[in-house]
């Protein structure tokens, strides 16, 4: 197979956040839901990864795998843990692994708030209260005042569209309610959250680039579904897109695809293949979603913030990455401005309503001792990273 390259400075990384591998995240409204009977969570986040603690090993793995950024999240609920109440050591912490990522050579990708928030913010009403986005921005301008110099790119919110939809449609996510005007609601208000937080963060030097992350799926309409189609993705994209249109870069975290029918969307296709997460094996949707991002877009940047498989079979994963990297590389030599690749996830880790199940990670975990033990998909993607082009490194033929 040709060896297709990728731009120079093009940014190869892995990522992960916050309460998925930190551990002990008691102060935070998941952590509580995780407790409550009947919220359908497999079982509680627990030590998780124990990278509250481990993240200098953490971070040794991405820089000896020969990747180049490190994307991970701060904890809201640890460094406001009482409403209006910073904790200096929280903060000291973060600064510790923002250094450590400068030390090992690593550009940092911080995200601001990755579906967690604190409790004492739970209880006055969430995203819901309306006063939420304000404090989101008070918080952001506190963080970044104590930590902007260490940053460089910073995600504000992390896919605000799945907070709503999975929180206030599918009730799955806290607070687990099933209300379309609810919903709306919240989806406004995250979109006022990333522009006050994005506005507090800028502030704060140029050398800060900011943006938002977004869940986006490779919607495609069968015969009769393509109204539809656009109804689903007017409420699921359409909003957030418009709404960072003047950001820095948008952050595109992509899955897989969805087929709309006349009645919303359908199903796994007979004969494709399903992840451990249900979804169709579908690497092809990156490309189908950096395009549309780039179509509504024009020239904002954008940066993968997400892409992976959840998956045993770790050559499954290498193939998959692969397929993914080829639709980069097409949207690159059709003038799309991508920056750079990131990977969910560096490790196994806390995968919400489902538990430790699903393995998403480069590298696994012992759920005991807490051993990281990369997998050889992780030293594949180094490879690629170092060489900046795919196709020198032994890789599965697409299928
Ligand atoms: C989220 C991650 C999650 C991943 C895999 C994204 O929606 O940002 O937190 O683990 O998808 O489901």
Redesign the pocket.
Known sequence: MSTTSFPEGFLWGA?T?AH?VEGSNWNSDWWEFEHQAGSGCAEPSGDACDSWSRWPEDLDLVASLGLGAYRFSMEWARIEPEEGEYSVAALDHYRRVLAGCHDRGLVPMVTMN??TLPRWLARRGGWEWDQAPERFARYCRRTIAHLGDLMSWVCTV??PN?VAVMGYRFGIFPPAVSDGARRDLVQSALIRAHHAGRDAIKAAGDHLRVGL?L?MTDYQALPGGEEKLEQIRARMEDGFLAAARRDDFLGV?T?SRARVGPLGTLGPEEGVAVTQ?GYEYWPQALEGTLRRAAEVLGGVPLLVT?N?I?TDDDSERVEFIASALRGISRCLADGIDVRGYVY??LMD????V?GYG?K?GLVAVDRSSFDRRPKPSAAWLGAVARANALGTQATPAPR
Do not use: D
């Open positions: 990522a956040a998925q990755h579906f992390n896919e799945i992350t869940s975290q899955y997460m997400e992976g959840s969910w996830s880790n806390f995968e919400w489902l699903p998403f």
